[in-house]
């Protein structure tokens, strides 16, 4: 299935691209050019961590795979919990020794910020500690029960999105961030299994209008009351992303062949992981020498130091897996 290995290599080169652009847009004046060209990016790209989290469980909860419990978790452990916990005190030091992390150490822990990309591993590990008895439902529910089961999961998902939003309840304890993605994980299974010939036009049509649907949204929302409630359209979970993100993935199942070569494109889909835990220390190095999206006009500046973010943090990797022991880290 070479459309997955094509879908995780865009999909880190989305996250890096959203991680550019919110930092411009977090220093642009609401309705700002700046604003706006940051705005297109970061909506265009929140299909991402939800394609991840889709991938995953179209991999995972495979009903086929007939793994102990022993196995499964041995697998995990090297391939995210060592990662976790290293990176997790790296940024904890360094963000506080450079000041990109300010506040309770503990509490943003306990969060599962210790910096702000590294929730992610921390809500798939814990989605993985439940695979197997998650993969058990696959087994014994029918096609259409799994389809109940999803939907509601999104609403109930989408509601408490709202909820938080409007309420602007910030403490979360990460044990808890999982429950809200498990909908995501199981639509992920339907999607690779899915037959159905429906055409790229209407996926395509579903996208677009997604992502004008969360830059609007997040525009007009932002103007009339502040930057942090328009922040609820680029939430993975708003009503805008989640069918954003299904269309995406979907078409990304019609793109069978390689971006590259066979070869190329899974040696490049195995380095996404660390792509994404060094990513964030490239961009503030980056920012640091004086290269942001403020070096010249933002429409080309976010996408050129993306890539560059993008390319060096490949090539760390890349160098990092060839290495005996700092492989495990990556």
Request: aromatic letters at 18%; a positive charge.
């Amino acid at each position: 299935m070479i459309w997955l290995h094509n879908a995780r290599i865009l999909s880190i080169f989305a996250v890096v691209l959203l991680h550019c652009a919110s930092l411009a847009q977090a220093g642009a004046k609401i309705g700002s050019e700046t604003w706006w060209v940051a705005n297109v990016y970061d909506s265009m790209t929140r299909w991402c961590v939800p394609v991840f989290v889709m991938m995953s469980g179209a991999l995972l909860l495979d009903p086929k795979k007939n793994e102990t419990l022993r196995t499964f978790y041995k697998k995990r452990v090297s391939k995210i919990l060592i990662p976790l916990l290293f990176w997790t005190i790296f940024y904890l030091i360094w963000g506080f020794q450079t000041k990109e992390i300010k506040g309770d150490l503990v509490r943003l822990t306990l969060q599962g910020k210790a910096f702000y990309h590294l929730w992610f591993l921390y809500m798939i590990s814990m989605l993985y500690l439940f695979t197997p008895f998650l993969r058990k439902i696959v087994v014994h529910s029918s096609d259409r029960e799994i389809s109940f089961f999803t939907a509601v999961g999104f609403i109930i998902a989408a509601s408490s999105a709202v909820y938080v939003a409007v309420y602007r309840i910030e403490f979360k304890l990460f044990l808890m961030t999982f429950l809200a993605y498990i909908p995501y994980f199981f639509i992920g299974l339907f999607i690779r299994n899915d037959q159905r010939n429906v055409s790229s036009i209407v996926w395509i049509l579903l996208f677009l209008g997604s992502v004008g649907a969360t830059g609007a949204g997040c525009y007009f929302w932002s103007d009339l009351k502040n930057a942090a409630a328009g922040a609820y359209f680029y939430q993975y979970l708003s009503i805008t992303v989640i069918p954003m993100s299904i269309s995406i993935l979907y078409l990304l199942k019609k793109w069978n062949r390689p971006i590259i070569s066979e070869t190329v494109t899974k040696k490049l889909s195995s380095l996404t992981m660390g792509i994404y835990l060094i990513h964030p220390f490239f961009i503030v190095m980056i920012k640091k020498i004086g290269l942001s999206y403020s070096s010249f006009d933002s429409l080309f500046s976010i996408p050129t130091v993306a890539l560059l973010v993008f390319f060096i943090s490949l090539l760390a990797t890349w160098i990092g897996v060839k290495l005996p022991i700092v492989r495990r880290i990556f």
